[in-house]
C-alpha cells in the first residue's frame, strides 16, 4: 500500500497570510490526525478526523482549523499566519479499529513564515 | 495535566553496544503506549507498540518494557547501529482522553562507529 502523502512539501509565506496543507491517508484508513513539530516543543497534537468529523482537538487557536473528506482525504488551514507557526505539519492515519490504533506518518509540510 | 517525558534530550553510544531509552508517564489511566524514530527529514516512523495488559513486548533488535507501578517504560536496542541514529519519541494513549497520543520531547541517539 501506498504511505501517507502529504502536499506541498515545502511552503514559505508571508505573516498575515493563509495556508492549506493536504493529508491523503493510506488506503482504508478513515483517522486522521495533524501535528506541529518544532525543535522546542515535540510534536504538538492539532486535531483528529475520523470520517469527516472532529474526533479530538489540541489546545491550538482558532486560525488552526481543518477538515476530512469523504475519501479521507484531509486538508488543514492556517489563516493570519504569524512567524511562529513556522513548523513542520506531520499528517498522520489511523486504521482505528478496536485492535489497531497505530498511527502512520507521513514526511510533513515543513512551513517557513517571514 | 496528562505528560509523559524522556528522561535524557540526547543519548550517544557506541556502535555494537545495546541502547536503552527511558520514558515516564503521568496518567495511570493511560492503556496504550507506543514509540517512534524519526530521522532527520522524515516523519515519525512506528518503531513498537505495547499495552498495558503485556509488561513486556519484542521485536526484530528492540524490546519494549512497561513498568505500570512506576508508570514507566523503555525502548531497549540490541547491538546498535549507525542507521539506529535519530529522535525517539514515546506517546501514550487512553479511553479517557478520546485515546489521543500524548507525546514525549523526543531522545536524540547518536551511535558512534
Known amino acids: 500500500k501506498a504511505g501517507v502523502t502529504q502536499t506541498p512539501r515545502y511552503l514559505i509565506k508571508t505573516r498575515g497570510q493563509q495556508v492549506t496543507l493536504s493529508c491523503s491517508p493510506i488506503?482504508?484508513?478513515?483517522?486522521v490526525s495533524w501535528y506541529q513539530q518544532t525543535p522546542g516543543q515535540g510534536l504538538q497534537f492539532l486535531f483528529e478526523?475520523?470520517?469527516?468529523?472532529?474526533?479530538n482537538k489540541g489546545n491550538f487557536p482558532g486560525r488552526f482549523s481543518g477538515r476530512q473528506f469523504s475519501n479521507s482525504r484531509s486538508e488543514m488551514n492556517v489563516s493570519t499566519l504569524e512567524l511562529g507557526d513556522s513548523a513542520l505539519y506531520l499528517c498522520?492515519?489511523?486504521?482505528?479499529?478496536?485492535?489497531?490504533?497505530?498511527?502512520?506518518f507521513g514526511p510533513g509540510t515543513r512551513l517557513l513564515v517571514l | 495535566g496528562e505528560s509523559v517525558g524522556l528522561h535524557l534530550p540526547t543519548l550517544s553510544v557506541q556502535e555494537g553496544d545495546n541502547s536503552i531509552i527511558n520514558c515516564a508517564y503521568s496518567?495511570?489511566?493511560?492503556?496504550?503506549f507506543i514509540w517512534y524514530k524519526q530521522e532527520s527529514g522524515k516523519g515519525p516512523q512506528f518503531i513498537i507498540d505495547i499495552r498495558s495488559n503485556m509488561d513486556k513486548r519484542q521485536g526484530q533488535r528492540v524490546t519494549v518494557l512497561l513498568n505500570k507501578t512506576v508508570k514507566h517504560l523503555s525502548l531497549q536496542i540490541a547491538a546498535t547501529q549507525p542507521g539506529d541514529s535519530a529522535v525517539y519519541f514515546c506517546a501514550g494513549a487512553n479511553a479517557g482522553n478520546n485515546r489521543k497520543l500524548i507525546w514525549g520531547l523526543g531522545t536524540s541517539l547518536a551511535v558512534n562507529p
Open positions: 488506503s482504508g484508513h478513515r483517522s
Open positions: 498522520a492515519s489511523t486504521l482505528r479499529t478496536s485492535a489497531q490504533e497505530t498511527q502512520y
Open positions: 478526523y475520523f470520517s469527516e468529523t472532529q474526533r
Open positions: 496518567n495511570s489511566a493511560s492503556d496504550y
